[in-house]
């Protein structure tokens, strides 16, 4: 159970991140209207996704699940 309670605090977490990161890079720009959460929510993917790869690689790399060799 804890196990699941994590998984969705760090799918929050990326997401949030993500959605920062879109809301940034619209705000820079000046943009708004529905071009602009369209490209938000893009950017937003995109970050989160990477946001959730990182973690995966930092958590096998330094505490996760290992694997045993046969």
Do not use: D, N, Q, Y
Not at 59 to 66: Q, S
């Amino acid at each position: 159970m804890a196990s699941i309670a994590l998984s969705v605090l760090a799918i929050l977490v990326c997401g949030a991140l993500g959605a920062l990161a879109g809301f940034a890079a619209v705000t820079a720009f000046g943009w708004s209207g529905p071009g602009a959460a369209i490209v938000a929510a893009v950017i937003g993917m995109v970050v989160a996704s990477l946001a959730w790869a990182a973690g995966v690689v930092l958590l096998a790399k330094f505490g996760g699940r290992h694997e045993r060799g046969g």
